[in-house]
């Protein structure tokens, strides 16, 4: 059984920065090469934010955030990380990590979510 648990959430000043992770078990088959992140705010559609290549470690970006976020793998932890800096209130959503095949594919499966909120 496929899980993905996401952990690194909470409340911070607009400006300041946060920490996720996310750690998946499970999967047994060694085709989904990426891990992704995307967010859902309330009343808005989700929205990719990052993705990365497992084999070579490419990363991409939502516009929005490029130059803010960085996502980052550890293969041996089965961990992906997203450092968010410059954080926004636009940023406020909750974050999903999930997996896909490659980073131009869907995602197959994703986690309970972390909730983000930026406020002063």
């Known amino acids: 059984q496929v899980q993905l648990v996401e952990s690194g959430g909470g409340l911070v000043q607009p400006g300041g920065s946060l920490r996720l992770s996310c750690v998946a078990s499970?999967?047994?088959?060694?085709?989904?090469?990426?891990r992704g992140w995307f967010r859902q705010a309330p009343g808005k559609e989700r929205e990719g934010v990052s993705c990365?290549?497992?084999?070579?470690?490419?990363?991409y970006y939502e516009d929005s955030v490029k130059g803010r976020f960085t996502t980052s793998r550890d293969n041996a932890k089965n961990t992906v990380y997203l450092q968010m800096n410059s954080l926004k209130p636009e940023d406020t959503a909750v974050y999903y990590c999930?997996?896909?095949?490659?980073?131009?594919?869907?995602?197959?499966?994703w986690g309970q979510g972390t909730q983000v909120t930026v406020s002063s």
């Open positions: 499970g999967l047994t088959l060694d085709w989904y090469n990426a």
């Open positions: 990365i290549s497992l084999s070579d470690g490419s990363t």
């Open positions: 999930a997996v896909l095949r490659d980073c131009y594919s869907d995602y197959e499966y």
